[in-house]
């Protein structure tokens, strides 16, 4: 099969758009924050995002390529339909509950990036331990929605897979490596229009084709396969709630999201962002659903894809582009095309942008040249999106497991981030011994269960885990795994943070009563030695309120670092650290 020429002027034209509004956004916020660190510009801007920017920029960080050909799969998907397709309504309820409870304390405080928090009460060596698996989510899903651009852009335009992917990507990290936050946040909304309107162009010529039935009628009945509404079975119930809380909790702390949140104008900006994103989410997620819908309502017979559905074939994964590609017109499945090609843009710079900005803040700069000049930092960024960047790019063309590296590390962000980012903002006296056991606990008890996508057995058989069969239909393999359907991701979740909380006040208790002598506190975390205190952390204040800072206690000791210990965050009323201080002298 040829070069579709007009499809690749399309793709083309989409690229060149994209590439001049990145380009121009860079131009026109050049003079932003005009006395900031340019570093921090690039990472969060100059804390001036408005709601209409705002608003798409964080819409757009969730309605990446995997939102929106994941959504249709699951619909599609004869064993699971609407019921099982979560990510529309969990990350909708992610965007709520991070903008009910976690956008104000963050953003009033001042914080450049998510790991802040984190390095200011548990010190720059848990900070880089945390940033583990906060990078390894941010590269393999900018690695994952890479994967499915190219396999996406194989249906509909027959170019090769690898030159696409590359192309895509060095767009994206070129003008993220130009603007920064500016460029991602301008060229989402470009994205977000693309996306929406490519989509919903596409619906109609889909449904009116004579190969579809009645998607209200397939909905509740079975016609060429079983109902797309799906049900959720009695067996499947724990299973159900433990992904869904997945998506709505664990979808909070990643740093796509608090990098919006932290450049938002003021906290109740960064808090109105977020419902208007939640919004946006289950807005955007419905012509996915139709489309989904679509799939499950066609004849295949009837159309040029084959008598065998995509099912069948193990293609079920890519159902948007089929759709698109054999039940629309050739002109109208470009559009269809931008639409996933501006998906994946849209969440591959965010991704690329906030791995960077974590490594360049809070590994090179806080943990190993806290005396680095704002150039160096800037170029450290530089060098660190071209070369996340690529490492995704890399894997997206050389793994076959991508998707299953990244299902792994967003459960391990829920399982171990979350709890913490809890510990931290939330309850008081934590410190860096119950940080490290949150941290095994959670981990040990998630790779225990084990991940079928990575062919990774358990060694911990939850209750109520079944012996799976699934079929290759191209090549007839079976292939048997262990599917845990009792919640253990929530209950690892759970685990680390009661051990976090326990172990913290364990070990200060033993150090603080001299059961334990100090010279054991190897972590420093009942007196610590570090200096990392919010002068270092936060090196602008003009837009914060000294009020709403982390208040700064010392224990025994007479360092600053370590010892921090949290206000309730929901109220303005504390001390400052420094008021703090004079007032105990």
């Known amino acids: 099969m040829a070069i579709h020429a007009e499809g690749l002027v399309a793709i083309v034209i989409f690229y060149l758009l994209i590439l001049f509004v990145g380009i121009w956004a860079a131009w026109k916020n050049k003079d932003s924050g005009v006395g900031s660190d340019r570093s921090e510009i690039i990472m969060v801007g100059g804390r001036d995002i408005g709601l209409f920017v705002g608003g798409f920029t964080m819409t757009a960080t969730w309605v990446g390529g995997g939102y929106i050909n994941g959504t249709a799969e699951y619909v599609y998907l004869p064993d699971f339909g609407l019921a099982w397709a979560q990510a529309p309504f969990g990350y909708a309820m992610s965007l709520v509950v991070g903008g009910l409870f976690f956008a104000k304390p963050m953003r009033s405080r001042g914080y450049v990036t998510m790991l802040d928090p984190f390095q200011q009460l548990y010190g720059?060596?848990?900070?880089?331990?945390?940033?583990?698996?906060?990078?390894?989510?941010?590269?393999f899903w900018s690695a994952a929605i890479l994967s499915a651009l190219g396999a996406t852009l194989s249906v509909i335009v027959d170019i090769d897979i690898n030159m696409s992917v590359v192309i895509s990507a060095m767009i994206a990290i070129f003008y993220t490596l130009v603007g920064g936050l500016y460029s991602v946040a301008y060229t989402d909304v470009v994205q977000l229009f693309c996306i929406f309107l490519g989509l919903w162009i596409s619906v109609p010529f889909a449904l009116s084709n004579p190969a579809v039935a009645d998607i209200g009628v397939s909905a509740k009945q079975a016609i060429y396969q079983t109902a797309w509404l799906g049900k959720i079975d009695p067996d499947d119930a724990w299973l159900w709630a433990d992904n869904f809380l997945l998506l709505m909790l664990g979808g909070i702390p990643w740093q796509v999201y608090f990098q919006r949140v932290l450049s938002a104008s003021s906290a109740t900006y960064a808090q109105v962002l977020s419902f208007l994103a939640a919004f946006g989410c289950l807005v955007m997620a419905v012509p996915s659903v139709l489309i989904g819908a679509i799939g499950a309502s066609t004849d295949?017979?009837?159309?040029?894809?084959?008598?065998?559905?995509?099912?069948?074939?193990?293609?079920?994964?890519m159902i948007l582009p089929i759709v698109l590609q054999h039940l629309c017109p050739s002109y109208i499945s470009f559009f269809g095309l931008g639409a996933v090609s501006a998906a994946v843009m849209s969440s591959a710079d965010s991704s690329i942008l906030s791995a960077s900005s974590m490594f360049a803040r809070n590994i090179y700069h806080l943990a190993f040249r806290q005396s680095a000049s704002d150039r160096e930092i800037v170029w450290v960024m530089r060098i660190t999106i071209f070369v996340f960047g690529s490492l995704a790019t890399a894997m997206a063309l050389l793994t076959?497991?991508?998707y299953g590296l990244w299902y792994l590390s967003s459960d391990l962000v829920y399982v171990i981030i979350f709890p913490q980012l809890l510990c931290v903002l939330f309850i008081k006296g934590t410190n860096t011994y119950g940080s490290v056991a949150g941290y095994v606990f959670g981990l040990l008890l998630r790779i225990g269960g084990g991940e079928p996508y990575l062919k990774l057995p358990p060694f911990i058989y939850y209750p109520g885990w079944v012996t799976q069969e699934?079929?290759?239909?191209?090549?007839?393999d079976v292939e048997r795994y262990v599917q845990?359907?009792?919640?253990?991701?929530?209950?690892?979740?759970?685990?680390?943070?009661?051990?976090?909380?326990?172990?913290?006040?364990?070990?200060?208790?033993?150090?603080?009563?001299?059961?334990?002598?100090?010279?054991?506190d190897f972590l420093d975390a009942v007196h610590s030695k570090e200096v990392m205190d919010k002068t270092t952390?936060?090196?602008?204040?003009d837009n914060i309120i000294l009020s709403e800072l982390v208040p700064v206690k010392q224990a025994l000791g007479g360092a600053l670092t370590g010892t921090f210990t949290n206000a309730d965050v929901l109220s303005d009323d504390g001390e400052s650290s420094a008021e703090s201080l004079h007032n105990e002298e």
């Not at 040029?304 to 069948?312: M, T, V």
């Not at 253990?488 to 685990?495: C, E, G, N, P, R």
């Not at 952390?537 to 204040?541: E, P």
């Open 470 to 476: 699934k079929i290759h239909h191209l090549t007839g």
């Open 124 to 139: 720059k060596r848990m900070g880089g331990l945390l940033f583990i698996p906060a990078l390894m989510g941010e590269i």
């Open 300 to 317: 295949w017979n009837q159309t040029s894809y084959g008598a065998i559905p995509p099912k069948d074939k193990d293609e079920s994964d």
């Open 537 to 541: 952390l936060v090196g602008n204040q």
């Open 400 to 402: 076959g497991t991508v």
């Open 484 to 520: 845990q359907r009792f919640p253990f991701k929530s209950i690892s979740m759970l685990a680390s943070f009661l051990a976090n909380i326990t172990f913290s006040y364990l070990t200060k208790y033993l150090f603080e009563s001299g059961t334990v002598s100090h010279k054991y």
